[in-house]
């Protein structure tokens, strides 16, 4: 059986990345924003943090994209041939949509309150009776999706570690003698 550290790596470090750094910034940069002296510089570093942000990020889901397309490569015949394997992959494959999706959504709507420029926020996520109305629509949503990429990619980690036991040579012998009793 051939290594495949590659796209084990580009998924592990990809994936790691885009967990850690959505966190990161949920739980600290649009907090800390908040700080900022006026409430027009709160909006503005919380949009400057994010826009550098994003090509790390958009760089990380690519690196775990082409991974977990080199991983399901690898593994082809364990997932017609192993049992448990193909429904993992089948999760792991809808939570990535799901992530990807939501980072997106996230996204578009980081534009539209980057768009206005140094607006008055309480918060990166929290909008203050100043903020313009689309302005705070979108704040108000991004408080709740800040949070929905970190779990979606938090449960695809552990979704990866349980695909790495799947692959222990007691696990491939237990779901291979099950596919075969059927």
Do not use: C
């Amino acid at each position: 059986m051939a290594r495949n550290t590659l796209s084990r790596s580009l998924h592990d470090v990809g994936l790691s990345a885009w967990f850690g750094g959505t966190l990161a910034n949920a739980v600290s940069l649009n907090a800390a924003a908040g700080e900022a002296g006026r409430a027009g510089d709160s909006g503005a570093v919380a949009n400057k943090g994010w826009d550098r942000w994003t090509p790390v990020n958009a760089a990380a889901i690519g690196a775990h994209l082409v991974g977990s397309v080199g991983q399901l490569s690898a593994n082809k015949s364990r997932l017609g041939g192993q049992d448990g394997v193909a429904t993992m992959a089948l999760v792991k494959t809808g939570l990535t949509v799901a992530a990807l999706g939501v980072t997106a959504y996230s996204r578009s709507l980081g534009k539209t309150v980057s768009a206005h420029g140094p607006v008055p926020v309480a918060s990166g996520t929290q909008p203050s009776h100043e903020t313009p109305d689309d302005v705070a629509a979108a704040q108000k949503k991004l408080a709740a999706l800040q949070w929905v990429i970190p779990a979606l990619t938090g449960v695809l980690v552990v979704v990866s570690s349980f695909a790495g036991e799947q692959q222990r040579p007691v696990d491939q012998l237990h779901g291979l003698t099950q596919r075969l009793l059927g």
